[in-house]
């Protein structure tokens, strides 16, 4: 895909002022971390994220057949490991991936992520919506580990406890949403253990029983939430801020939902402006961050 204006393959430049307009174009908390990151590192960012939007974009939103979409992506992304990409995104992420030595395989998991996406729609245990995360979440985290120059696997292992939290707050708030599309990623066993059906969460039934089953997974998501701080003192300037909003940020969602007595099937949990903005003050302080214990 060449860039719009665009009649001849792409210079590294105008590459990455594509994924530049990608990235503020589609996710609005991109301008406030671009005033954040080194300059140097912006332009990389940038071409981080447009690779994860396009995969993403394939695996929730594509017409056709997405597995076959998804193996053309895959063969773009080879191009950046052993020849010469023409797709305006994947020339970006070449220079990005020479510059920082990133290995392919954080970029090949999210692929395999959204090929589960297409076959896989339900999770019977919470080990196995662990191990999709691992493939979903947890290789973006890596990948902005290695922009910062951090490749070791105590790192990796802690950045990966924060991305899974994330990932399962996202699911958490979006379980409605996630339905439309016929997924479920309450794990199955859960839905057994305090009593609530899948009939039921398809007819969208907020009952005692699915608020103890949100009071279960709200808690041990936090739990993540916890082993992921033990990374920010272990990284330097921006990226220990970046660490500290993202998290103080899933956590904040996880207090919306609680302040919803957990009735996330009528209404999306979300954060007001002011609450954001509180978040980014907070997160520029000094102060550590902490979780709350559960009840």
Not at 191 to 198: I, N
Request: charged content about 30%; some cysteine; overall charge positive.
């Amino acid at each position: 895909m060449l860039a719009e204006g665009l009649t001849s393959p792409p210079t590294v430049q105008e590459a990455f002022a594509h994924c530049r307009r990608v990235a503020l174009g589609h996710y609005e908390n991109f301008t406030i971390a671009s005033w954040l990151l080194p300059r140097t590192l912006r332009p990389h960012m940038y071409s981080i994220y447009a690779y994860c939007r396009g995969v993403d974009d394939l695996g929730d939103e594509a017409e056709g057949d997405r597995l076959t979409l998804l193996d053309g992506w895959e063969a773009d992304l080879r191009r950046c490991f052993e020849g010469s990409p023409t797709d305006v995104r994947f020339v970006a992420l070449q220079a990005t991936i020479r510059r920082f030595d990133i290995p392919p395989e954080p970029f090949l998991r999210l692929i395999e992520a959204n090929r589960r996406d297409q076959r896989v729609s339900r999770y019977r245990t919470f080990a196995e919506l662990l191990d999709y995360c691992s493939y979903s979440a947890n290789p973006v985290g890596r990948m902005v580990l290695y922009l910062f120059g951090y490749r070791d696997s105590q790192r990796q292992r802690l950045a990966d406890a924060t991305c899974t939290a994330l990932q399962l707050t996202n699911f958490w708030q979006d379980v409605a949403e996630d339905l439309q599309k016929g997924r479920i990623y309450i794990p199955l066993e859960d839905m057994e253990r305090f009593g609530y059906s899948q009939g039921e969460l398809q007819e969208k039934r907020f009952t005692d029983n699915f608020r103890r089953l949100m009071a279960f997974e709200v808690p041990r998501t936090r739990e993540l939430f916890s082993q992921g701080l033990a990374l920010i003192p272990l990284v330097r300037g921006r990226l220990r801020l970046d660490l500290r909003l993202f998290s103080l940020g899933g956590l904040a969602v996880l207090d919306a939902i609680e302040r919803m007595d957990y009735d996330v099937l009528r209404r999306r949990p979300r954060l007001s402006r002011a609450r954001k903005a509180w978040l980014v003050a907070r997160g520029l302080l000094p102060r550590p961050v902490r979780v709350q214990e559960a009840p």
